[in-house]
């Protein structure tokens, strides 16, 4: 039988909220006031992120470089990068989130019964106005915020920052993430039992493999790593 759970670890963005507003909304938006033609998508956005990102660095500096770098490939001036980055800066309201569907009856769950903390790679600044817009910062005993206070998910590390503040080890904790690659992957690498929220239809055969696919947080609400004889 496996050890049972002690801490419960959450990702974040996607699997505890999103945007009431699309990056692609609010790109539109500042495309139109700058009066060009949009030369890049949210989703170029967020793939290529991390081509202009240090760790550490403010999620302001990271996209006014990204959204500068993308203006110079298609032929304008860096300004008008700058000016589109500004203007998505103000538009996107990083408290304006919601619940994904049975995240905090999920939160309510395991917070009576668990050490809870949450590993999510984004920038402080951004993931604690997050936290006040959904009225939760109190779940949470710990956050670790991966390029900022380890390195980026999947590396094991912000895991076990998060457990050591716990005082729970790994092979006691389980992690729950809506991503393959950094959620399920970085928890697998650092010990933990592995909970996939996949956003849409998950892959039949997910490489890496989680412990546990759930079809939504109000599966995680019931607790999937509890065995048979540990339910009541």
Known sequence: MSDPVDAVLFDLDDTICTYRRSA????????????VDAF????EYVSRLDEFAESGDDIRDVRRASFVGFAE???????VGQEIADIYTDERDQSNVRFLAGAREALDAVADEYRVGMVT???PWMQSQKLAGLGIEDYFEVVVHGGHDAPY??????????????????????HVGNSLESDVRG?????????????????????????????SMHEVAREP??????RE
Request: overall charge negative; cysteine-free; aromatic content about 8%.
């Open 121 to 123: 790679d984004g920038d």
């Open 24 to 35: 692609d909304d609010i790109l539109e938006i500042a495309f139109e006031r700058v009066g």
């Open 187 to 215: 928890a697998l690498a650092a010990g933990l039992r592995a909970v996939w929220t996949p956003l849409g239809e998950p892959d039949p055969v997910p490489d890496p493999r989680p412990h546990y696919v759930v079809d």
């Open 153 to 174: 998910k999947p590396n094991a590390e912000p895991f076990h920052v998060a457990l050591d503040e716990l005082g729970v080890g790994p092979e006691r904790a389980v």
């Open 40 to 43: 890049f998508d949210a989703e």
């Open 225 to 230: 790593w509890r065995t048979d004889d540990q």
């Open 73 to 79: 490939e298609a032929g304008h001036d860096r300004a």
